[in-house]
């Protein structure tokens, strides 16, 4: 099925002059750490078995990075390859922001180190946190710079290395994350939409369903709360769960209807690789058909800011997406926050 049409499709940011220039996305890196870790393997773990994990949640393994390698080293891998498919050196690169919720450190910016890993020496750079749904938000922010032309190429990463605030004893969280991360150079693309719309949100009042209540300025690390686990993810499934079916509906949904577009005429849609129920429920709920969405989730887990990254990187790569197909992004994360993109590829 082709997603285009002879009916034309609405571009909300040409309709308006503020908006300015269109921003595409002209490469895409993904990387993910070598070292697999199986259901298998987590049977000697936890009280659970592949069964288990696989009926409840569609994963079958997950990415681990190795010990001396961090978020900074995984965002940089996944930079270098969407800069060498940009054809974009480092010294291009305008800005570098990195969303993330697991910093090499409280500061400086993972996206600092990031520059100086790339050697991206004129690029300003910072960090912003939105959880899963960060890379959606970081899109947004960095379109916003090239539409008004203040910068003309940005790179955002979404990288994670969720193992290390992961509970280990914790069979309902430890079998959902693993590691990893994804990238994109965005500038304006000559006669090319790129970039159609955006939407966001968040909910504050929901943010005790997905947190890690330690580390903060609320709660520094004291032994009495290591001792606590507090250090650690931790989440209510169940409401997470439907608050996540409902908010990626209602993104993607406004999403369409900004661009009135029909969703039959979507080519590719990437949900937040989170749990394959959810995955299935959004799609039932927008109208998709099975061949219109893409999953890798049996392969990496939810790694959250990377997630729809690294599933658009390998659905670009494995030719799932072809220029001018119109590809439909819908996340969710803890915040609670969520958001849907729609892009002429």
Known sequence: MSSKSSKPFRNPRAEHDYRGRPCSIVGMGAYVPERVLTNADLEKLVDTTDEWITTRTGIKERRLAAAGEFTSDIAT????????NANVTPDQIDMIIVATITPDMLFPSTACLVQQKIGARRAAAFDIEAACSGFIYALEIGQQFIATRTYDTVLIIG??????IIDWTDRNTCVLFGDGAGAAVLQ???NSHGLLTVCMGADGSKAELLSMPGGGSRCPATPQSVDARLHYLRMDGKETFKSAVNAMFQAGQEALRRCDVDISRIKCVIPHQANRRIIDAVGERLGVTPEQVFVNLDKYGNTSAASVAIALDEAVTSGRIQR????????FGAGLTWGAAVIEW
Not at 77 to 84: D, H, V, Y
Not at 159 to 164: D, G, H
């Open 188 to 190: 304006n693309r000559p």
């Open 324 to 331: 001018g197909d119109l590809v439909l992004l819908v996340v």
């Open 77 to 84: 891998r996944a930079a270098e390859r969407a800069l060498k």
């Open 159 to 164: 990288a994670e290395k969720l193992s290390s």
